[in-house]
């Protein structure tokens, strides 16, 4: 244990003169945050796996509630309901009794792409018909379908969403519609409707790193596509563990 | 009452919270680093807002409970304050699978361990910390962070 606080100690001391030196990073798109060691090519339409998420530094000061350091374009709507919203992660903390934070106080799914801001890791299981997306927080389950099938016309509103997979190359793309309303976009209260549309593309840029480019669009919430590019690391020795939001409720009571 | 008061000061001797400036320094500058890389050891699940992230404190004691449980792992312990009063604590740390994943087990840390606690103090004034850093008594650090 000793040794490992000491690597990690290290790390970070030699993270300073190196995020310094680079203050160009924080205004460019933030690329893709590779393992220090070589990694091996990425499989061909497989991205199997325990993934976790991969910030750059610059990243790291958003992705703990939001997608990008600018915030998104939103209607009058959006803005108002954001306003209104009293988040606990992000700037605009609140304690967890103040909070409306959906998932929070109802434990209900973060909904997409919400769920990769949630800081566990997920398990990717792809099958013949489906790819699964399985994600550790309070056992989040996707279904990416893969069998040329198109949304229903008269999708039932969920909170994941009615998701569609096709490859592109040696992208996924996976589109998904069907929501309902009652989730936020983020963890700092941005909102949505129940006219949010997703794409994602995943990239496995090689064996250890994954890509994924997300596009949200909602004509009620949001005035221009809100787009951002979220970085993951293949972590081989992982299980998905349980997590239950259900045990959030105690904690209302401990804070004082 | 002079029982616990004699047990007390055998406590604050193994405490010895303020007698070690320049140990104390040293325990400041690591925090002070880590937190200038790396940013704060994250919460699972909610904000900060109870939390005053800046300051940092450290709490020496003995422990009288841990909560390996979700969303937060907990530590309850005992030490005094500056006129030798006891006082009951509280910190709360990431989830337990975070933890997990860096090394933590539910037998970490046990009931009567000596323990130095040291992240944010709360704001509301009561004794409750948002653990940022942990040592045992046998001077062994615990890993924080996580995965991400």
Not at chain 1, 145 to 155: I, K, L, T, V
Not at chain 1, 208 to 237: G, S, V
Not at chain 2, 76 to 90: I, L, P, R, V
Request: overall charge neutral; aromatic content about 8%.
């Amino acid at each position: 244990m000793r040794n490992r606080l000491g690597m990690f100690l290290l790390a970070g001391i030699a993270a300073v003169p190196l995020s310094s030196a680079l203050p160009a990073q924080t205004t460019q798109r933030p690329g893709p945050a590779k393992p220090a060691t070589a990694s091996a090519p990425a499989p061909e339409h497989d991205l199997s796996g325990v993934w976790n998420m991969h910030s750059t530094p610059a990243q790291r000061k958003y992705t703990g509630n939001t997608y990008t350091a600018e915030p998104p374009e939103m209607t009058p709507w959006g803005s108002q309901a954001y306003t209104a919203n009293k988040p606990s992660n992000g700037p605009r903390t609140h304690s967890l009794k103040e909070t409306d934070d959906p998932v929070l106080k109802q434990c209900l799914p973060p909904g997409t792409p919400r769920i990769y801001l949630q800081p566990f890791p997920f398990q990717i299981v792809q099958i013949p018909k489906e790819i699964l997306m399985f994600y550790e927080y309070d056992h989040t389950v996707r279904q990416i379908f893969m069998d040329g099938r198109a949304h229903p016309s008269d999708a039932t509103p969920t909170y994941m969403g009615h998701s569609i997979g096709k490859w592109e190359g040696d992208t996924l793309v996976v589109d998904t519609v069907g929501f309902n309303d009652k989730t936020w976009l983020d963890r700092d209260g941005h909102p949505h409707s129940d006219q949010l549309h997703v794409t994602e593309r995943f990239h496995r840029l090689d064996r250890d790193t994954l890509q994924i480019d997300i596009t949200m669009e909602d004509p009620k919430a949001l005035a221009k596509p809100w787009k951002t590019q979220l970085n993951f690391q293949l972590k081989p020795d992982w299980d998905i563990m349980e997590l239950a939001c259900t045990d959030n409720g105690a904690f209302e009571d401990f804070e004082k | 009452m002079g029982v616990l008061r004699q047990k007390y000061r055998e406590i604050s001797r193994i405490e010895g919270i303020g007698d070690n400036v320049k140990n104390n320094r040293v325990i400041f500058l690591a925090i002070f680093i880590m937190l200038l890389t790396l940013g704060p050891v994250a919460f699972a699940h909610h904000g900060n807002a109870n939390y005053d992230t800046s300051k940092s404190i450290t709490v020496k004691g003995v422990v009288t409970g841990f909560e390996f449980i979700n969303p937060h792992v907990l530590i309850h312990w005992d030490a005094k304050d500056d006129s030798g009063t006891a006082q009951k604590w509280q910190g709360e740390l990431t989830s337990p699978n975070r933890l997990t994943r860096v090394g933590w087990t539910k037998s970490s840390i046990k009931p009567s361990d000596t323990i130095s606690i040291s992240g944010y103090p709360a704001k509301s004034g009561s004794n409750e910390i948002w653990i940022q850093k942990v040592v045992l008594g046998s001077g062994e650090e615990l890993p924080m962070g996580g995965g991400n």
